[in-house]
């Protein structure tokens, strides 16, 4: 069998594998954390709750109404994102004047109530969630076994990270995005409905927290106490990529959800706090971040 | 009546209560409510006076509980001596997340302190010392200065209210004192204190230390109280409480945090075994309404409404 450092490869390359799963949603939910950052200036503590919802919506529409992967891909992004909205409107709006410390301790709290709503009614264990029957199996690529969902994920990753990223950076709408988050009140001065253009964004980002968390269904245990740890993590991401470039937190989290497969093969007792590890260092070397720019 | 006045009297009325309270209220709820302020107030100093919002203060609070716990029952260090090497274990790891943190500001400084405790969270949870998931169990409350014998629940909570007069009249000295200005200064206008010549990280420094040895100390005082140490004391859900008691009561405010504290300690107690796990629910409500509605706290409030009918004074 061929081994490197002593490890088979085909075990090597399947966490290698794994970890890219896991950067797959670090990327994501940290990609929708710096966008809601850039317009709405709020640190979205709620992120890893929305992520789960995505998650437990998804294997409630298969178990009550046995509706099936592919339109959860569809509707329960689309839930959480519109449940997002009434958030912004009812809660955050009225924050965007004060410190925003204060979007943090609300988003805070906000994440406790639906965790805890969760908890109550499905309990801490997980809730099994097949994977869709197309994607069962695996290719042989000689060297490994690859799992065909996991590929899909990464894929399904990467086209949903490049689409934000091209909409945002290449569209009108993303024009309109950015020169809102430079200087809210010329843009509104144009003519832009800048309230409306917030919401969306909030409905964009956690949306896509709910579309991870629709991905993630099949492969990582659907409980509602998911998106507590994730989110601790996802923040470490975020504090290592800085939050000023959006394929800057693609890049971060993909990378390290890489490292932390490696970790777990070299030296598992670690794969756990590696990320904070990691962030510790960054803190020393370059603390405004390695895509950020010092504000 | 003038405002240092009115402050006094509130002192003294705090003072008899702590004394008589025992007599009245169980001496272990007590404690354990006494605990949590003293760990309020040592997160408040850091939010309400500097505008530092860390989010990882259960580290100091369980890192001390731990060494306390760990120093009692392994290495057989008198009771009094476990609780300052608990303390000064909270304040070492306080100057190594100080010294990473207040490298960013704002809501990154949240972020990486809330990641670096989830950090000392999994070493807990692996490292052989802290008893993993069963935790640090039958610490022996021992004896204070080889005569006092804290196994009295009674004699014990006066310790502890000694302790926590200790730390509380630390904090409103550092307050009242030339630093404390300076560090309100930062809080207000950062810009501004650096353009007066103030090296505003070395301000944040020692407040950061200052506060982690101080919320160390309530962490291995709640350790001696309660006779053991668990996961909760490092999780994140407790660096959460700490901040919903300084929010409840009133940032910034002295009393502030005590009233907090006190409230939350209560309400969990009381509600634990009504409403089981719904207790987050309640706790991220109360979260909500406070950023909504009152976000100077209760104290804050109460100060606000005494001003407006008595009028302000000088």
New interface residues.
């Given amino acids: 069998m061929t081994e490197i450092f002593g490890v088979p490869i085909a075990a090597l390359f399947g966490q290698l594998v794994l970890g890219l799963v896991n950067g797959c949603f670090y990327a994501m939910l940290s990609l929708g954390l710096a966008i809601i950052f850039g317009m709405l200036n709020i640190i979205n503590f709620a992120h890893g709750a929305f992520y789960m919802m995505g998650a437990v919506f998804t294997w409630f529409l298969l178990s009550t109404w046995n509706i099936s992967w592919w339109w959860s891909l569809l509707l329960a992004p689309l839930a959480v994102a519109i449940f997002g909205m009434v958030i912004e409107r009812l809660f955050l709006k009225r924050l965007y004047k004060v410190d925003p410390l204060y979007g943090l301790l609300l988003t805070f709290g906000l994440a406790l109530v639906i965790e805890g709503l969760f908890r109550y009614k499905y309990g801490v264990s997980g809730l099994p969630y097949g994977i869709p029957e197309v994607f069962q199996g695996a290719l042989n690529l000689g060297f490994m076994f690859l799992p065909k969902y996991r590929a899909i994920v990464v894929v399904a990753t990467l086209v949903v990270c490049f689409s934000t990223w091209f909409i945002i950076e290449r569209t009108q709408l993303g024009a309109y995005l950015r020169a809102g988050t430079e200087n809210p009140p010329l843009v509104q001065a144009f003519g832009i409905n800048v309230p409306a253009m917030i919401t969306l964004t909030y409905a964009i980002g956690v949306g896509l927290a709910g579309l991870a968390g629709v991905l993630a269904a099949p492969t990582l245990q659907v409980s509602p106490l998911m998106g507590s740890n994730l989110i601790i993590v996802v923040f470490a991401v975020v504090v290592i990529g800085g939050m000023g470039s959006i394929l800057g937190s693609i890049l971060t989290g993909l990378g390290l959800g890489l490292i932390e497969g490696l970790t777990k093969v070299f030296y598992s007792q670690a794969s756990n706090t590696v990320v904070f590890m990691i962030m510790a260092l960054v803190l020393l070397v370059r603390p405004a971040g390695l895509f950020g720019r010092e504000k | 009546m003038t405002r240092a006045q009115t402050r006094y009297l509130g002192y003294a009325v705090l003072l008899v209560l702590g004394l008589l309270a025992p007599l009245v209220v169980y001496p272990v709820f007590l404690m354990n409510a006494l605990c949590f302020a003293l760990f309020a107030c040592a997160f408040n100093l850091l939010l309400g006076y500097t505008g530092l919002?860390s989010f990882g203060h259960a580290a100091f609070f369980g890192t001390a509980a731990y060494v306390t716990g760990y120093s009692a029952k392994v290495l057989g260090l008198s009771t009094g001596l476990a609780i300052l090497a608990g303390t000064a274990g909270a304040l070492v790891l306080g100057i190594i997340f100080g010294g990473?943190?207040i490298?960013?500001q704002?809501?990154?400084f949240?972020?990486?302190t809330?990641?670096?405790s989830?950090?000392i969270f999994?070493?807990y949870?692996?490292a052989s010392f802290t008893g993993g998931e069963d935790g640090l169990q039958a610490i022996p409350r021992g004896r204070l200065l080889w005569v006092i014998n804290l196994e009295n629940d009674r004699t014990l909570y006066y310790v502890v209210f000694a302790i926590f007069l200790f730390g509380f009249l630390l904090i409103h000295r550092t307050i009242h004192s030339p630093f404390g200005q300076v560090m309100k200064a930062i809080r207000e206008n950062e810009p501004r204190a650096i353009s007066l010549g103030y090296d505003v990280n070395k301000y944040k420094m020692v407040a950061f230390v200052l506060s982690a040895a101080l919320a160390g100390l309530a962490g291995a005082t709640n350790a001696i109280v309660f006779t053991f140490v668990t996961l909760t004391d490092v999780d994140?859900h407790t660096s959460?409480d700490v901040?919903l008691m300084t929010?409840l009561g009133g940032m910034g405010s002295i009393f502030g945090p005590v009233v907090g504290a006190f409230s939350i300690v209560t309400l969990e107690s009381k509600l634990s075994d009504k409403v089981g796990?719904?207790?987050?629910?309640i706790?991220?409500?109360?979260?909500?309404i406070?950023?909504?509605l009152f976000?100077r706290g209760i104290v804050g409030e109460v100060q606000g409404l005494y001003r407006r009918v008595v009028g302000s004074q000088p």
């Fill in positions: 919002l990473l943190s490298r960013r704002g809501i990154y949240a972020m990486i809330l990641a670096l989830q950090l999994f070493f949870l692996q994140w959460g901040v929010l796990s719904l207790v987050s629910v706790i991220g409500a109360i979260f909500v406070c950023v909504l976000r």
